[in-house]
């Protein structure tokens, strides 16, 4: 069976730091990009950041770019989030992704809320 398990979320004040894992089991990992989505109420589900396979090609959203590092540990299996200098915009449940690039799959984890409040 597939299975992703988000950790790491909670509560935070602006300025703060957080750092979000991904456990994957299921899946040849090393050949799956990885991604972090995330939804706030009432916002459609975007895509934060993403890793290839071999961590050389990086993605990030404007929002976030300079401030949330994204990396991944293929020996583990893992796929993770730094996010620092946290915002109250930050506030949503964040999803890990993983992608296999030549048949387009995907599979989801189910969430873990970041609230970013003073």
């Known amino acids: 069976q597939v299975q992703l398990v988000e950790s790491g979320g909670g509560l935070v004040q602006p300025g703060g730091s957080l750092r979000l894992s991904c456990t994957t089991s299921?899946?040849?990992?090393?050949?799956?990009?990885m991604g972090w989505y995330r939804q706030a109420p009432g916002n459609q589900r975007e895509l934060v950041s993403a890793?290839?396979?071999?961590?050389?090609?990086?993605y990030y959203a404007d929002s976030v770019k300079g401030r949330f590092t994204i990396s991944r540990d293929n020996a583990k299996k893992m796929v993770y989030l730094q996010m620092n200098s946290l915002k109250p915009e930050d506030t949503a449940v964040y999803y890990c992704?993983?992608?296999?690039?030549?048949?387009?799959?995907?599979?989801w984890g189910q969430g873990t809320q970041v609230t970013v409040s003073s």
């Open positions: 890793i290839g396979r071999g961590a050389s090609s990086t």
């Open positions: 992704n993983a992608l296999n690039p030549g048949s387009g799959r995907n599979y």
């Open positions: 299921g899946i040849p990992f090393n050949i799956y990009a």
